[in-house]
C-alpha cells in the first residue's frame, strides 16, 4: 500500500498551503513547522481576552477565542480564501481540529452542542457547503461534542460587509438571522457558536442575541481566526 500512496503523490502532489513545500499524504494541508509557527492566539481560557472583549456590553457571551490571528499580507491568508473561495473543504476539515485541540482541556469543553453560524441559502447553493459547518465537524471529531445545524437559518442575504464600520455591519445582519424552522429544544444548554472570522462582532452578536431571545442558554463562541 505504501508504493500506492507514494505512485498517487508523485502524480497528484500536495504541497503546504502557506510555503509552498511539498507534502508527504495528500489529506495534508501544512507541513509541520508552517504549523508549528501559525501565529496562534494562546487565548484559550483567558476570559479577558480580546475577542471576549469584542462582545462585552453587547451580548453576554461566557467567552470568546479564536485559534490564530488574521494577520495583513499574511500567508496565513491563503488557508481561509482556500476554504471560502476555491472549495477546498479539506482545509476547513483541517482547522476545524486544531480548534479543537486548543479547546479540548479549556471550559469550552463544558460546551452542550456546536453551532456553525449559517449560510444563506443561495450563497450555500452557489458555494456547495457552509465553511463554518465544515470547521464545525473538524472541531467536532476531537472534542466529541456534537454539530447542531439545524438551530440558527439565515434569513436574508446581506450586503458584502468588507467596507463597514462596526455600527453599520450590525445593522447589516441584525435581522438576517432566525431560529430554524422546527428547532431543537436548547434550554440549559452550553452552545459554542462557530464562524471562521470575526472581525466587529456583528454576525456572531446578531446570532448570539437570537439565541437569548429564544432560551435559557450559555452561549460561547470560537472562531478559526480574528482581524
Known amino acids: 500500500m505504501f508504493w500506492l500512496l507514494d505512485l498517487l503523490m508523485f ?3 500536495v504541497n503546504c498551503l502557506v510555503c509552498d513545500k511539498r507534502l508527504t499524504s495528500p489529506g495534508a494541508v501544512l507541513c509541520l513547522e508552517c504549523e508549528y509557527k501559525m ?17 462585552w456590553g453587547r451580548v453576554p457571551v461566557e467567552m470568546g477565542t479564536s485559534l490564530f490571528r488574521f494577520e495583513k499580507g499574511s500567508a ?10 476555491r472549495g477546498n473543504k479539506k482545509v476547513g476539515t483541517h ?15 463544558s460546551c452542550d ?7 444563506h441559502q443561495r450563497r450555500l447553493r452557489e458555494r456547495g457547503y457552509n465553511q463554518s459547518e465544515i470547521i464545525a465537524r473538524g472541531t467536532s471529531e476531537v472534542m466529541g461534542i456534537p454539530v447542531v445545524s439545524n438551530l440558527l437559518r439565515r434569513a436574508d442575504q446581506h450586503h458584502s460587509q468588507t467596507s463597514m464600520g462596526r455600527y453599520e455591519r450590525f445593522e447589516n445582519v441584525s435581522d438576517s438571522f432566525q431560529l430554524a424552522l422546527n428547532p431543537p429544544n436548547v434550554n ?8 471562521d ?9 446578531a446570532c448570539s442575541q437570537i439565541l437569548f431571545n429564544h432560551y435559557k442558554c450559555l452561549v460561547y463562541i470560537a472562531t478559526v481566526s480574528c482581524a
Open 197 to 205: 472570522v470575526v472581525t466587529t462582532g456583528a454576525t456572531l452578536e
Open 11 to 13: 502524480f497528484f502532489p
Open 188 to 195: 440549559g444548554k452550553r452552545i459554542l457558536l462557530i464562524d
Open 95 to 109: 482547522l476545524g481540529r486544531l480548534l479543537g485541540h486548543e479547546l479540548k482541556h479549556t471550559s469550552f469543553s
Open 39 to 55: 501565529p496562534r492566539t494562546g487565548y484559550r481560557d483567558l476570559k479577558d481576552n480580546p475577542v471576549s472583549k469584542v462582545f
Open 113 to 119: 452542542l456546536l453551532v456553525p453560524v449559517p449560510l
Open 76 to 85: 496565513y491568508q491563503t488557508l481561509l480564501h482556500d476554504l471560502k473561495y
